[in-house]
């Protein structure tokens, strides 16, 4: 007796692909396919956070309850003895527990959200996990399994960081763009690598060792995706008291090296001994000291960094060793390391501004941030979903669509369709509170581009069709020269067809300038 009919195994198995696949990437809704058939219901392909909805997506209940009915099903046939195929039970194991993932989600998600708010409901983690201790033995303590029941306590862990990484990313790394959904993934990625079975085996112990670089403009969000790695690293749960090893809200500790001197530099990083500079009243622990073992640091515009400092960072890198200053002992550190910048690295280290050594020490994770100006690309209805963050942040729930309303009028009555938003999010969220004290949103003179520069941005970006490169192209010349024979003397085409592709709205703006 096989453990699953045909029909079974090929919905199981896609059950499996879905459990380790990364939740960002349009694979997904492949698997959803396959284990839902006529009862899929089709959502956007980029995975995002909509303002309005409170709920998962509906597919989400769907699929727990197939994978149930899949794992009750094959269990069944284990207590019966069927004999089943060595390649069956991964199948099998791995359904049951992608059923108790999703059994566990909102739990998880709540007691979460406790820890967040202060009031850690440890008494109900106690007996959530032994709600989950009876389960795991339930489905993969039966005949034929050969799953350790001692590991429990280590899937409660995994369930746990999968479900705070959920959080990280899909709730707060916004945009239904294919830029967006990119990075997020990315971030899912950085997480848990592209192998989530040798995550899950072994390799969760050793991302602490691997160094982020994040790179991007300012205002692209490289803070937010460093705080979604760092409060989203394996925690392990201790079936003795009930408890998680870390509170996972100390694990992340920022330091914006741009905002800071050399010497508080390397007092924040390293700490230091009393008396090693004036003003050293005491001994201080620096944030390598203070860093959980399952924290990060976060070195924000690690492009500031002098080349002394550097050097002492490369130590931390290489060795895990550091020394306070003023100080010989030395000090380990435990946790992960998360840079960021944005300036190009490769042209620091040409310049001689940046050590080539340790770029590459930190290079083995790089993860991109998009401009808005690409997050709009292609999407450009995404504007209004981020106005509605940003005004439901500024203004509160009950203002944010009247205000969101507003801005996106004015923005398309006063700026280019093609606006390079080249202050990004950031600047887009000072557009939101101009306009909400003001009614109106200057840009800086030194970000804003006249409309011929918004103009070649635009086609060096390949943001334009090729009717309205044609329309543009034939209005900038037509502006210069305000002539139709001119124009179509210089572009060789014939005057009648020059004058049917003038764009009134661009040559306004044209002449305007």
């Given at each position: ?24 990437l ?23 956070k ?49 059923y ?29 996990y ?34 705070r990484a ?95 001197s ?11 001994k ?49 020394q ?53 690309e ?12 940003i ?45 909400l ?77």
């Amino acid at each position: 007796m096989a453990l699953f009919t045909d029909t079974e195994r090929g919905a199981a198995e896609a059950v499996v692909n879905l459990s380790y696949c990364n939740p960002f990437l349009p694979e997904r809704i492949d698997y959803e396919r396959t284990i839902l058939g006529k009862t899929f219901v089709a959502t956007d392909g980029a995975w995002h956070k909509h303002v309005e909805e409170d709920a998962e997506r509906p597919n989400i209940g769907l699929l727990t309850q197939r994978a149930k009915e899949l794992a009750d099903g094959a269990r069944e046939r284990l207590i019966r003895g069927a004999k089943t195929r060595e390649a069956e039970r991964p199948i099998y194991e791995d359904t049951a527990l992608y059923y108790l993932y999703n059994k566990y989600a909102e739990p998880l998600l709540e007691y979460i959200i406790s820890v967040e708010q202060g009031n850690p409901a440890d008494t109900i983690l106690a007996d959530m996990y032994r709600h989950f201790q009876k389960d795991v033995a339930y489905y993969l303590g039966v005949p034929g399994v050969m799953f350790d029941l001692g590991e429990a306590p280590h899937m409660f862990g995994c369930f746990f960081q999968l479900r705070r990484a959920w959080r990280n990313i899909y709730d707060y790394i916004i945009g239904g763009s294919m830029a967006s959904a990119r990075l997020r993934a990315a971030v899912w990625q950085s997480i848990f690598t592209c192998d989530m079975r040798r995550y899950r085996r072994g390799l969760y112990r050793k991302m602490g060792d691997i160094t982020t670089l994040i790179v991007g403009p300012s205002g692209t969000g490289k803070e937010l995706v460093a705080r979604a790695i760092a409060l989203s690293r394996y925690i392990a749960f201790n079936p003795g008291t009930n408890r998680f090893a870390t509170n996972f809200t100390h694990c992340f500790y920022p330091i914006n090296l741009s905002a800071l001197s050399p010497t508080l530099i390397e007092s924040e990083l390293f700490g230091h001994k009393k008396g090693a500079f004036t003003g050293a009243i005491a001994d201080r622990a620096g944030f390598l000291e203070v860093c959980l073992a399952d924290g990060a640091v976060f070195l924000d515009e690690i492009g500031e960094l002098d080349p002394p400092i550097q050097v002492k960072l490369l130590r931390v890198l290489q060795a895990r060793l550091f020394q306070r200053i003023g100080d010989s002992a030395d000090r380990r550190f435990e946790g992960k390391v998360i840079a960021a910048t944005n300036r190009d690295p490769a042209k620091e280290m040409e310049e001689g501004r940046f050590r080539a050594d340790l770029y590459y020490r930190l290079c083995s994770d790089i993860i991109v941030t998009p401009r808005l100006r690409d997050q709009l690309e292609g999407s450009p209805e995404q504007l209004y979903n981020l106005l509605l963050f940003i005004t439901r942040h500024v203004a509160g729930v009950d203002e944010a669509e009247a205000l969101a309303d507003e801005v996106a009028a004015w923005i398309r009555g006063n700026l280019e369709p093609d606006y390079a938003w080249p202050g990004n999010v950031r600047e887009l969220e000072q557009c939101v509170r101009n306009i909400l004290i003001r009614k109106a949103y200057q840009p800086s003179k030194s970000q804003s581009l006249g409309p011929r520069e918004s103009f070649l941005d635009a086609v060096a970006a390949r943001r334009l069709t090729a009717d309205e490169l044609v329309r543009r192209y034939c209005t900038l010349v037509y502006a210069e020269t305000e002539n139709y024979q001119e124009a179509a003397r210089r572009l060789g085409l014939d005057w009648r067809t020059i004058k049917a592709q003038i764009d009134q709205s661009f040559l306004e703006t044209l002449r305007s300038a």
